[in-house]
T-cell receptor
Framework: AQTVTQSQPEMSVQEAETVTLSCTYD???????LFWYKQPPSRQMILVIR??????QNATENRFSVNFQKAAKSFSLKISDSQLGDAAMYFC????????????FGTGTRLQVML | EAEVAQSPRYKITEKSQAVAFWCDPI?????LYWYRQILGQGPELLVQ????????DSQLPKDRFSAERLKGVDSTLKIQPAELGDSAMYLC?????????FGPGTRLTVL
């Protein structure tokens, strides 16, 4: 079975600084997707960034980028120029590449952004 | 922008009572998911539909939980009877291809 581990329950960052959230996963599959989702307080979960396992290039979306290490089964999220609106729970998630497969989530990291 | 709708947003019930949650996915999305998110944890899949058919309900406690998507559009998740341990956020998501879009969730409190 696939598992996703987030070892940082809470992180904090100063506004405009950079923070990295860690995620490791375990799977026997070779073709899969990895995601970072953001869940603001009392608001719905939204996709931040995704990575296809077959792509060696790390995904980037504006201030968000990932460091995908397939051999190490590591998938960290870097947030640059942190903003107050980045404060939220962040979930790392895995999905097998089969059509309409379920997401397997980690336990989440709560990110606080300090003024 | 199209969104997944869920109701109610909050539900408080006493144990042994019946509760029901409703989800309306984004129009055209064939796949619908119900996840349960216990406080402090990540969401876990309860049931997955492809159109009106159940694809995966391996984690659904079938003695008390039921889910249906009769016309392959909106869906209802029911719990009867509710237990204290059912207190959680119930999230609905839908997808057309690879990305899942989540609704705002229903927060259930069982007293």
């Amino acid at each position: 079975a696939q598992t996703v581990t987030q070892s940082q329950p809470e992180m904090s960052v100063q506004e405009a600084e950079t923070v990295t959230l860690s995620c490791t996963y375990d799977t026997s599959e070779s073709d899969y997707y990895l995601f970072w989702y953001k869940q603001p307080p009392s608001r719905q979960m939204i996709l931040v960034i995704r990575q296809e396992a077959y792509k060696q290039q790390n995904a980037t979306e504006n201030r968000f980028s990932v460091n995908f290490q397939k051999a190490a089964k590591s998938f960290s999220l870097k947030i640059s120029d942190s903003q107050l609106g980045d404060a939220a729970m962040y979930f790392c998630a895995y999905r097998f590449s089969g059509t309409a497969s379920k997401l397997t989530f980690g336990t989440g990291t709560r990110l606080q952004v300090m003024l | 922008e199209a969104e997944v709708a869920q109701s109610p947003r909050y539900k408080i019930t006493e144990k042994s009572q019946a509760v029901a949650f409703w989800c309306d996915p984004i129009s055209g999305h064939a796949t619908l998911y119900w996840y349960r998110q216990i406080l402090g944890q990540g969401p876990e899949l309860l049931v997955q539909f492809q159109d009106e058919s159940v694809v995966d309900d391996s984690q659904l406690p079938k003695d008390r939980f039921s889910a249906e998507r009769l016309k392959g559009v909106d869906s209802t998740l029911k719990i009867q009877p509710a237990e204290l341990g059912d207190s959680a956020m119930y999230l609905c998501a839908s997808s057309l291809n690879d990305e899942q879009f989540f609704g705002p969730g229903t927060r259930l409190t069982v007293l």
